[in-house]
């Protein structure tokens, strides 16, 4: 079963807002990772948060954890056509569970218009 | 580096026969894995790999074989192709180190017909 759920399925902003999507997990993790994937193409990683932390930054790129909600957000602030791709959130298997493995969510489609 | 490579990046089968999905990874990881993507079905492990000459099922094994002969090397095998098959087909790997980010190759898209 699907361990992360993405929120929205499909998200539609114009270019230089901001973007949310929004991930929840069922179990206990030790790191959440958020990639993003452009049509035909593999997944590109984009930032990893660790259960311990709560807020993290990497250019344009915002993720929260909140694992007393068992849930995560990605903001892309001053979004770009560029943005334009689908965005999985991933889990480790946390306490008792794999470090080896990750399980993806159904992703986020967003589009970014000019 | 080339990262990791997918071979082919299209393949049209009929039910029945027999194909191997080879990919590659040049970064010395340890760990390499096999997903398929389905529309609306996200990403799902098939099989993976923590080290040369081991394998382990993910969450869809069944209709799938692989072998890990050598390290830079991830092999999914195909016995029998079904329709339900027919997907977009992703290789993975990454480093040991714990929580480190999974690379990805470019996928292969194989249709069972």
């Known amino acids: 079963s699907q361990q992360g759920e993405e929120d929205p399925q499909a998200l539609s902003i114009q270019e230089g807002e901001n973007a949310t999507m929004n991930c929840s997990y069922k179990?206990?993790?030790?790191?959440l990772q958020w990639y993003r994937q452009n049509s035909g193409r593999g997944l590109v990683h984009l930032i990893l948060i660790r259960s311990n932390e709560r807020e993290k930054h990497s250019g344009r790129l915002r993720v929260t954890l909140d694992t007393s909600k068992k849930s995560s957000s990605l903001l892309i602030t001053a979004s770009r056509a560029a943005d334009t791709a689908s965005y999985f959130c991933?889990?480790?298997?946390?306490?008792?569970?794999?470090?080896?493995?990750?399980?993806f969510g159904k992703g986020t489609l967003l589009t970014v218009n000019p | 580096n080339a990262g990791v490579t997918q071979t082919p990046k299209f393949r049209v089968l009929k039910t029945g026969q027999s194909m191997t999905l080879l990919c590659a990874q040049d970064?010395?990881?340890?760990?390499m894995y096999w997903y398929r993507q389905d529309p609306g079905m996200g990403l799902r492990l098939i099989h993976y790999s923590v080290g040369e000459g081991t394998t382990a099922k993910g969450e869809v094994p069944d209709g799938y074989n692989v072998s890990r002969l050598k390290k830079q090397n991830f092999l999914l095998g195909l016995e029998s192709a079904a329709p339900s098959q027919t997907s977009v087909y992703f290789c993975a790997s990454r480093p040991v180190r714990v929580g480190s980010e999974q690379y990805f190759g470019p996928g292969t898209r194989l249709t069972v017909t």
């Open positions: 970064m010395n990881h340890e760990y």
């Open positions: 179990t206990s993790i030790n790191n």
């Open positions: 991933a889990t480790d298997g946390g306490r008792g569970g794999s470090n080896y493995k990750l399980t």
